[in-house]
Nanobody, 131 residues
């Protein structure tokens, strides 16, 4: 079964940058999956951060990260990325990548409960933005 492996979290000062990666486990490919990034702050529900369709030609972002975060994917490497710039303390949380087979996942990701459209989840990466 496909597993998602995340890397790239860490601690950074406000205004800094981080890049998260999400790779498929050995022997599996991501090219048929739509990939979403979600985050969960302390005591909060999942928040949709960004989503990219399987072909890579359509991307969507949550309002709180538009203009600062960029999602991308390299299907040849079976990896998706989330480039996070101009980080703010309120971006702190655990970030998860997730895979969906339904196109509607990339629409639903930004509404309450939308994370349920995603079937396969990475282990989560801690991102801390603090001075």
């Amino acid at each position: 079964q496909l597993q998602l492996v995340e890397s790239g979290g860490g601690s950074v000062q406000p205004g800094g940058s981080l890049r998260l990666s999400c790779s498929a486990s050995a022997g599996f490919t991501l090219d048929t999956y739509h990939i979403g990034w979600f985050r969960q702050g302390s005591g909060k529900d999942y928040e949709g951060v960004s989503c990219i369709m399987s072909s890579g030609d359509i991307t969507r972002y949550g309002d709180s990260v538009k203009g600062r975060f960029t999602i991308s994917r390299d299907n040849a490497k079976n990896t998706a990325y989330l480039q996070m710039n101009s980080l703010k303390p309120e971006d702190t949380g655990i970030y998860y990548c997730a895979a969906a087979t339904r196109q509607s996942g990339c629409i639903a990701a930004f509404i309450g409960g939308g994370h349920r459209y995603f079937d396969i989840w990475g282990q989560g990466s801690q991102v801390t933005v603090s001075s």
